[in-house]
């Protein structure tokens, strides 16, 4: 599958970092960072090449495993793109997953080298024995510790032009840490051919132009963008903790540097459409809008659109760190299959999959499926679990045989490894995908299952309600449990007779949600750190159990 499909990278393109090199070819005074720093591509270029030299003679080099602990920013891009360039694999973590998730997945790593700011360096004294292989000690900036080079150190040793690694399309070039939101964090190995694949994929499907200002509200996706050679403008927001963002802040970024396109989780778009709907806010610049890491309500993407010219695209493609993109679609074309009545009652279309990755729904089993012959392929409209393969396709996780176990599947041959996306779905008739949530939130009743999605939106409709969360608690000897709805109140609202009279009648209108014992209120529903928009339903559960009468 990745060599058939080596057509969509530049011959020119030996490493991921060449993109860099090429862009500053093109266009050496063009900014590639506007904000908070105003960097040209050709400095970008010469300080990569500097940092990758110092690096080498620091004791990094092709294979190094690194983890970098640096915020989104100048600094960011420069590690990065000078790890690609000489072959090391950039390890990267969610600070947000909490300490004792990071020492949980760190105590599996075993680093060989570790640069970050000083503050993330006290990880070291915390859990010295989580480091005990780390060779090569790197500080940000001026300030170090007694055993550590500072980054100016790094580009004091450097010796001059530092020419790219020539990688292979299936050698490691990173890792990425997934949340932790669906289960525990997973180190997800990107291949070189991966990441150039994905450079080139994500260009074509979303149209992006070398003349793109770009908003970069997640790291990955900034890296992305200078690949794409446009100007990029870091977000004023803590990315670690995105729902603590200032909209205001944000918006003066898109306004201030005329952004043509961003990223944006449904949070962060829901967030600036609250605070821009007030103001009348009008966001004219953007030509196309991302957004992704968890269902986009049709709400989110009518109050957003409000702000925006008729001309911009709102895309909702569907994926995880393992596989993106999988699907894509837009908003206008979600308008056209969905009303505001009947939201999500087949669950939410994702779209079709993204050329040329390939898709199939397979029946529903939480066993490993060792061998593709094993798999039962489900016929059109009905519901299993979403599989995909393609050549940006994560092949394995890093020393996790048991999740490999999990969620690949060998396919015909060897080389063709199926990804289990653990959600669940339908391709219609159209062959477009539609979304019915995680497989594990499933709950399975003594007479039937019900999916998260189509029941929590027969809830959503209600106007005084945020949000809705299906969980299942109590089980019986037979492993049957008992469905309720957790419900997060818009703020300013609280639970009233009245209120809960009008959600039982919501509830009951529906076949689909007719048999929940029980509707429940709680103020904030635990959500996950990287894009604070999925709910933590297990934590739910655990916590209506002991609610239920």
């Known amino acids: 599958m990745q060599s058939a499909n080596n057509h969509l990278i530049s011959s020119d393109i030996r490493n991921v970092a060449d993109y860099l090199t090429i862009n500053a070819e093109k266009h050496p005074d063009k900014p590639a960072l506007l904000h908070p720093e105003r960097i040209s591509y050709r400095e970008l270029e010469e300080i990569v090449n500097r940092y990758s030299s ?17 915020p989104a920013g100048a600094d960011f891009f420069i590690l990065v793109f000078s790890l690609l360039r000489i072959g090391a694999v950039p390890v990267m973590i969610d600070p947000g997953m909490g300490i004792k998730a990071m020492i949980s997945v760190l105590s599996g790593l075993e680093p060989e080298a570790f640069i970050g700011i000083p503050r993330s360096h006290l990880l070291r004294f915390i859990c010295p024995e989580i480091f005990k292989s780390t060779c090569v000690k790197i500080t940000t900036g001026n300030l170090g510790f007694r055993d550590t080079m500072t980054g100016n150190k790094v580009l004091n040793c450097s010796t001059g032009m530092q020419l790219s690694h020539s990688s292979d399309d299936g050698e490691i070039a990173a890792i990425f840490y997934t949340s932790g939101s669906t289960g525990p964090a997973k180190g997800v190995i990107y291949t070189s051919g991966m990441l150039k694949n994905q450079i080139e994929t994500t260009r074509k499907q979303f149209t992006i132009g070398s003349d793109e200002i770009d908003l970069c509200t997640f790291p990955l996706l900034g890296l992305f963008a200078i690949c794409h050679g446009n100007s990029s403008v870091i977000a004023d927001m803590d990315m670690v903790h995105p729902a603590r963002l200032n909209p205001a802040k944000v918006i003066r970024n898109i306004m201030k540097f005329g952004c043509t396109q961003m990223f944006g989780s449904p949070m962060i778009l829901n967030r600036l459409a609250e605070y821009g709907s007030k103001r009348k806010t009008k966001l004219l610049s953007l030509r196309k809008i991302i957004s992704a890491g968890a269902p986009v309500h049709l709400k989110i993407l009518e109050s957003f659109g409000r702000m925006i010219s008729d001309n911009a695209a709102i895309h909702t493609p569907y994926g995880a760190t393992e596989a993106l993109p999988v699907t894509d679609i837009t908003a206008s074309e979600l308008y056209g299959l ?136 109590n089980s019986d000897r037979s492993g049957a449990k008992t469905p309720v709805i957790v419900i997060e109140l818009k703020p300013g609202f609280r639970p009233t007779r009245r209120l809960l009279k009008e959600l039982n009648e919501l509830k009951n209108s529906s076949g689909l949600t007719k048999g929940l014992a029980e509707i429940l209120f709680r103020n904030k529903f635990p959500v996950d750190p990287r894009h604070n928009a999925k709910i933590f339903r297990e934590k739910l559960a655990i916590w209506a159990e002991k609610r239920v009468k």
């Open 338 to 473: 969905i009303s505001e009545n009947d939201e999500n009652g087949s669950g939410i279309c994702v779209g079709k999959p993204v050329v040329p990755a390939e898709v199939r729904i397979i029946d529903i089993t939480d066993e490993p499926l060792p061998s593709w012959d094993r798999v039962k392929i489900m016929p059109v409209n009905e519901i299993g679990e979403i599989v995909v393969r393609g050549p940006w396709v994560s092949p394995c996780y890093f020393r996790n045989s048991k999740a490999d176990m999990v969620s690949k599947i060998p396919g015909e041959s060897n080389k063709e490894i199926w990804h289990r996306m653990g959600d669940l779905g339908k391709i219609d008739s159209l062959g477009r995908v539609w979304f019915y949530g995680r497989k594990s939130h499933r709950v399975i009743t003594s007479d039937t299952t019900l999916f998260t999605i189509p029941c929590e939106a027969v809830l959503n409709r209600h106007p005084r309600v945020a949000r809705s969360a299906l969980v299942g608690v």
């Open 54 to 70: 110092g690096l080498i003679n620091s004791g990094i080099s092709h294979g190094t495993r690194t983890l970098v602990m640096v």
